[in-house]
């Protein structure tokens, strides 16, 4: 456990602690910041940081929709209360997020072109 700096540089070691641990999150589709804070024995301000300072390091990619420059294309709409609920259900037995979830549906319906509707 790496544990706080108070105001220390990070290595390049730390950085590619925390791009690490970020993509184990990620691909778990579980909070990143709070994996990362919990993993590393930081607080999730501290984890926000970090990972920032992993981005600019080059060690994570610019996160969709923030890329300081460029427009990305966002997409929005809408769900009924008992979708969002079934969403809800399934994410929390399986461990991940809702938005996960989706994106992953996303994922495979691109990747596959199939509709089981």
Known sequence: MIGPHQGKARTNEELQIVADLYKEANSKGISTQQHIARE??????????????????????PVDGFERGV????????????????LDNIAKAKGVTR???????VRLYTETGEVSC
Do not use: D, W, Y
């Open 71 to 86: 427009k990305n294309p966002l997409c929005v709409f809408k769900l009924s209360q008992k979708e969002l609920e079934k």
């Open 99 to 105: 938005s996960f979830l989706i994106r992953e549906a």
């Open 40 to 61: 590393m024995g930081i607080a999730l301000s501290t984890a926000a940081k970090r990972i920032m300072a992993s981005r600019k390091a080059g060690l994570l990619p």
